[in-house]
């Protein structure tokens, strides 16, 4: 989308019902002219802006204040000069035309019946034309980027039409600021500096104001736009070697509008595919695993037949699920069934599971079933979340249930609980005081599984003393020790307790 151009001087000059003479500066005849301005003044520049086409009869010049108006003229950046003869000179005073010569400066001479208005007019009509042409163009660029939107590829069509428009680049980049496409040359490089822009951007937004960045230099202009309706969620980047003209302005807005339309409609399409998924996931969970098929390649998906590991992940949901991909994942509540958005849940091939839960990983708190058949679904989730539980508890990000049971029963139960139950069972034996180790004695004992000999030697006492002391343990918590279970209990309770 070019600039808006103005009708140059040559254009005016050969509009034949005028009857201009160019009599200096004709080399510059391709200067545009902005508007034109009458003035009999001596010096009429503070009262123009640059670019009009001066008109005078001469009243007030003579050779002695040619030059200097000329040199007026042309440092205010006047795109030329009619002189009116027939009234205050029957010609043009030769010192003028000299000094316009000289200056480079246009003069054009106005024939007596050629009416300063009727120049006005000419070029007033002639900036419509350009005007009307450069909005026409704009309509038809808002057609061609409307068209490009409706196609397959949607909002990447629209950024290569835009970049094509403005004859520089586009970029489309998501909410965080990773590119999305781009398109025309300078894009890639221009996409790597648009960091603290994008930044701005989001501080800008975060407090409810609409906005947008523009950045100038002497090679390149820079427009950078958030794209959302309630919140941002992406960015357009569009760059050109020239300022942005109001049309080139609408062009960008009208391609920001579009590409809001398409992240707007592609959150709202993508939060009804998720909560389809929610739905597949509770009928696999409640067994019906050929409804939760059917249902699930109604959006054109299916999961694989062989073992399937299920992932619970802890974090925010919408990075969680960007991190899964493609992966079958839904965003569910916790393991008694509340959607509360707090989790997402995955069903990954078993090939699939380590690399994914690595990724997800990066964003949230991972606990990774064992593999199962779609029948086991709800028992793979158990462990899942059974192992995501443990990472909570600990310093790894990822926890494996195959691990997990690796551990011991110790891993499985909640840590507040367990320490309880320890103190209220060990509390005899440690007010029992100094006289004998009982706590030691005991964990020996059952480290040895109950054999005395073994557990004598690994304390270096009689086998007797120890077993006066189980005697005493045995006494202290009102518990058989020849009992497997109150073995298993006082296990669990050291076991915390260390």
């Known amino acids: 989308m070019g600039v808006v151009v103005a009708p140059t001087l040559n254009t005016v000059v050969r509009r034949l019902p005028l009857g201009l003479v160019v009599l200096a500066g004709r080399e510059a005849l391709d200067r545009p002219v902005r508007w034109v301005a009458v003035s009999e003044l001596e010096d009429p520049t503070p009262f123009l802006e640059g670019g009009e086409l001066v008109l ?36 043009i005073p030769e010192a003028l035309v000299e000094a316009a010569a000289r200056a480079g400066l246009p003069l054009v001479e106005v024939p007596r019946d050629t009416p300063f208005v009727a120049i006005g007019k000419t070029v007033s ?48 980049l998501d909410e965080a600021g990773t590119v999305r496409h781009l398109a025309g040359r300078g894009a890639a490089a221009a996409a790597g500096d648009l960091g603290p822009e994008l930044e701005r951007l989001r501080r800008i937004t975060s407090q409810g104001a609409p906005a947008s960045v523009a950045l100038s230099s002497p090679e390149e202009h820079v427009i950078v736009r958030p794209l959302g309706a309630r919140r941002v969620r992406g960015f357009l980047a569009v760059g050109i070697g020239r300022s942005f003209t109001p049309v080139a302005h609408t062009v960008v807005n009208a391609a920001a509008s579009l590409l809001t339309l398409a992240v707007e409609h592609g959150g709202e399409h993508l939060a009804a595919e998720r909560r389809v998924r929610s739905a597949v996931l509770r009928l696999l969970l409640a067994g019906q695993a050929d409804a939760g098929r059917e249902t699930l390649e109604r959006l054109g998906e299916r999961l694989d037949d062989g073992p399937l590991v299920a992932v619970a992940c802890a974090g925010e949901p919408e990075a969680l699920l960007e991190a899964a991909g493609s992966e079958f994942a839904a965003a569910d509540g916790d393991a008694d069934g509340d959607i509360d958005g707090d989790r997402v849940v995955l069903l990954v091939p078993a090939s699939r599971a380590g690399a994914v839960a690595a990724a997800l990983g990066e964003h949230g708190l991972v606990g990774v079933g064992d593999p199962v058949g779609l029948g086991d679904l709800r028992a793979g989730l158990d462990q899942a979340d059974r192992a995501l539980a443990a990472a909570g508890r600990g310093t790894a990000r990822v926890v494996r249930f195959a691990d997990l049971a690796g551990q011991g029963l110790l891993s499985l139960l909640d840590p507040g609980v367990a320490e309880a139950f320890s103190s209220a069972l060990l509390a005899p034996l440690r007010a029992y005081g100094s006289r004998a180790d009982l706590l030691g004695s005991l964990r020996a004992y059952l480290d040895c599984n109950g054999h005395w000999d073994a557990a004598a030697q690994r304390l270096g006492v009689h086998r007797h003393t120890l077993r006066y002391r189980m005697r005493r343990v045995a006494e202290l918590v009102g518990r058989d020790l020849d009992d497997p279970a109150v073995r298993a209990e006082l296990w669990v309770a050291l076991a915390v307790a260390r």
């Open 56 to 91: 005078t009869t001469g009243m007030r010049l003579d050779a002695r204040n040619a030059g200097p108006y000329v040199e007026r003229l042309v440092a205010r950046g006047v795109a030329g000069l009619g002189f009116g003869v027939g009234l205050g000179h029957e010609t």
């Open 125 to 172: 009509e002639l900036i419509a034309a350009e005007q009307y042409d450069e909005l026409s163009n704009a309509f038809a660029a808002q057609g061609r980027l409307t068209r490009a939107a409706l196609r397959p590829e949607g909002p990447r069509a629209v950024i290569d039409r835009l970049a094509r428009e403005l004859g520089g680049w586009a970029i489309l």
